[in-house]
């Protein structure tokens, strides 16, 4: 059949069969052309082909999608940036692409560990980089001192039992955050301000709520873990920023106002570099943190008798607070009071003492969950022995009923409560993993494909009028099997190729069904040729 295509100004007629796939289509067009096509480590030049309003993939045959005698393609040439580095997140276990010039790759360690801040939100104190032979990257030394090469991987490894309670910052759970504080009172502190500050660059609500009740400052560093409170000259320049600074990075508004509100010396609090609030806003484009920090630099604050300007305001308020920090120290000294690390305080010396940045799980470093511990039943000699002695002759004349009734061994009862106890936590893994990659399905695509829901009834097909005995365990075998080798439930598969034919937005929506058919069809007939399916056909990765 013939079919055009439309590039850059030009429209060409070519002659193609029905059953060609999209790649060798666009292998005639590059010839025909004359298009110079390139893929490196930087970077790859390619083409794309559109049908209807949908961008075609290689493995689609033209009839599958509906192309037929005299359809127009439009062809286009794409150029694609290939990530510089890698970053492999050890807590939420998904890799984060770095998109910067190559120049990258001969600066400084810290200052890549500051593009990762902005990029996932952990302030630069609680995690360390690692090459993939596992060597722990110092912030003083250069990419190239590592042999950092274009599109390495490098792994983010954060403190030894820290990885729940991040999980939960991320998310915004607060009863996971607390679940896992530390009982350390310095170290304490410190995850209450880590956990403002990624509250606040996430937009969490009630997280940030909860952190500024238990006494945390928006305006006050997030600073070290108390570990490495000693060693001033090696640490990175943004341990100094503060929550208020990761809400404006972020442009995280109603967090911006809630930090004010609490505190009007968020406005000139300044990180590392000497830039205000504002300053961070302008220089990330956000325009509304800028108009609102605008309204507010230019307010005043009225008493009874007079109005100060806000920056007035608050150099008075600075004063003040400088005053009194400064007569409560000299009260401490005159007390003789230790401050900082004290004699027996974990010290944490980089190269010389053990690592304790390797993503341990919170219960994998001696913690106990008080949730979990459960009340054990005493052995059951220890409760014989405390009985008090009977006499024999009673003992003879004892039914011997009694003797038939015998308990198992302990050690017996504990393996069988062991495996049902495994059975039950597996068939709930099983369940949950099912729900929850239904409801991952139904969040990426139930929005643009409604469908009925599903039947209540006892039968999952519809029934047959000349139905055999065995057509039911057929019909089940056959979906239990396509579950097996696709990864994907019928279901599951229909919502896929719906939401796919749903991309050609010129075509009606009979048209689009028509091509959901022909893909669904498609997807069958490959794993009986192929073996499964490939591996543009899986299902999309969600990105957090």
Same mark, same amino acid.
């Given at each position: 059949m013939r079919i055009f295509v439309a590039f850059e100004g030009s429209f060409e007629p070519f002659d193609v069969s029905a059953d060609e796939t999209v790649e060798a289509v666009k292998l005639m067009i590059k010839d025909h052309f004359r298009i110079p096509l390139s893929e490196d480590k930087q970077g790859r030049r390619y083409l794309e082909l559109v049908y209807a309003g949908a961008a075609l993939r290689n493995s689609w045959s033209l009839a599958d999608v509906?192309?037929?005698?005299?359809?127009?393609?439009?062809?286009?040439?794409?150029?694609?940036?290939k990530p510089t580095l890698y970053i492999f997140n050890a807590v939420t276990q998904k890799m984060m692409p770095i998109m910067e010039n190559i120049s990258l790759l001969g600066k400084k360690v810290s200052d890549l560990r500051t593009l990762v801040t902005l990029r996932c939100g952990f302030p630069v104190s609680v995690y360390c980089l690692?090459?993939?032979?596992?060597?722990?990257?110092?912030?003083?030394?250069?990419?190239?001192?590592?042999h950092t090469d274009m599109g390495m991987t490098l792994r983010l490894d954060v403190w030894d039992g820290w990885k729940e309670f991040l999980m939960g910052c991320l998310l915004g759970q607060k009863l996971e955050v607390q679940r896992y504080l530390s009982k350390e009172g310095p170290v304490l502190k410190y995850q209450k301000r880590v956990a403002l500050y990624i509250a606040a660059f996430y937009g969490y609500i009630e997280l940030t709520e909860?952190?500024?009740?238990?006494?945390?400052r928006p305006h006050e560093a997030v600073g070290v873990h108390p570990y490495r409170a000693w060693c001033h000259e090696?640490?990175?320049?943004?341990?100094?920023?503060?929550?208020i600074h990761a809400a404006v990075e972020a442009g995280q508004l109603l967090i911006l106002k809630t930090?004010?509100?609490c505190s009007v010396l968020c406005l000139e609090c300044k990180n590392a570099a000497g830039q205000t609030p504002l300053a961070i806003a302008f $220089?990330?484009? %956000? +325009?509304?943190?800028?108009?609102?920090?605008? #309204?507010?630099?230019?307010?005043?604050?009225?008493?009874?008798k007079i109005s100060v300007p806000m920056r007035i305001y608050i150099k008075i308020k600075q004063w003040i607070l400088r005053a009194q920090s400064r007569s409560l120290h000299k009260g401490?000294?005159?007390?003789?009071?230790?401050?900082?690390?004290?004699?027996?305080?974990?010290?944490?010396?980089?190269?010389?003492?053990?690592?304790?940045?390797?993503? $341990?799980?919170? %219960? +994998?470093?001696?913690?106990?969950?008080?949730? #979990?511990?459960?009340?054990?039943?005493p052995p059951l000699k220890a409760r014989t022995a405390s009985k008090k002695p009977v006499d024999s002759l009673t003992v003879s004349q004892k039914d011997t009923r009694e003797e038939i009734l015998t308990f198992p061994p302990l050690a017996e009862a504990n393996k069988l409560s062991d495996l049902q106890r495994y059975q039950q936590q597996y068939q709930k893994k099983i369940i949950a993993t099912a729900r929850r990659k239904e409801r991952l399905v139904k969040n990426k695509y139930l929005p643009q494909i409604p469908l009925p829901p599903v039947s209540k009834v006892g039968y999952s097909h519809p029934s047959f009028c000349y139905a055999t005995p065995s057509a039911d365990f057929l019909l089940r075998s056959s979906l239990e099997s396509f579950s097996k080798h696709s990864g994907r439930t019928p279901r599951e598969n229909a919502i896929y190729c719906l939401a796919?034919?749903?991309a050609f937005k010129e075509k009606r929506w009979l048209q689009q069904l028509e091509i959901a058919r022909a893909l669904a069809k498609k997807s069958i007939s490959k794993l009986t040729t192929q073996g499964g399916l490939t591996a543009c056909e899986n299902l999309p990765e969600i990105v957090l």
């Open positions: 509906g192309i037929s005698f005299c359809s127009t393609l439009k062809c286009f040439v794409k150029e694609e940036d690692r090459t993939p032979t596992g060597q722990e990257m110092y912030d003083c030394n250069t990419l190239g001192d590592y909860w952190a500024l009740k238990q006494g945390v090696a640490l990175h320049a943004d341990v100094s920023k503060c929550p930090f004010v509100n $220089k990330h484009k %956000h +325009k509304d943190c800028v108009l609102y920090l605008l #309204s507010k630099m230019w307010s005043t604050i009225s008493f009874l401490q000294l005159c007390k003789s009071r230790v401050f900082g690390p004290k004699v027996g305080a974990t010290v944490v010396v980089d190269g010389f003492t053990t690592p304790q940045m390797t993503s $341990k799980s919170w %219960h +994998k470093t001696g913690n106990q969950d008080s949730q #979990s511990i459960l009340s054990k039943i796919v034919a749903s």
